[in-house]
């Protein structure tokens, strides 16, 4: 998923697989690309699987002005409405 520059609107948790899409914001730029429950392994290109959600956050944040690659194991988890 290739997210545009800006806030995205997610919630992330972490998770022993690594970080995780917890929920959407209504406004989310994401809300058509991802679901809760998908595990974020890669930002970029870089191996987020060892990183918390703390830490993802700031990372993506910190790219805020750029497109950002956001690579996803698509979850499982019942698909639960937006916030």
């Given amino acids: 998923v290739y997210a ?3 806030p ?16 959407l914001r209504k406004d989310s730029q994401l809300k058509d690309l991802v679901n809760p429950g998908d595990l974020i ?7 987020t699987r060892h990183m918390t959600a703390a830490k993802l956050t700031r990372k993506m944040a910190s790219k805020s002005g750029e497109t950002r690659k956001i690579t996803l194991l698509k979850g499982l988890a019942p698909e639960t409405p937006i916030a």
């Avoid at 392994?41 to 191996?47: N, P, R, T, W």
Wanted: zero cysteines; a negative charge; charged letters at 25%.
């Fill in 8 to 23: 995205l609107g997610v919630i992330i948790d972490t998770s022993k697989e690594g970080p995780l899409i917890h929920s």
């Fill in 41 to 47: 392994v890669a930002l970029d290109d870089e191996d």
């Fill in 4 to 6: 545009p520059p800006g």
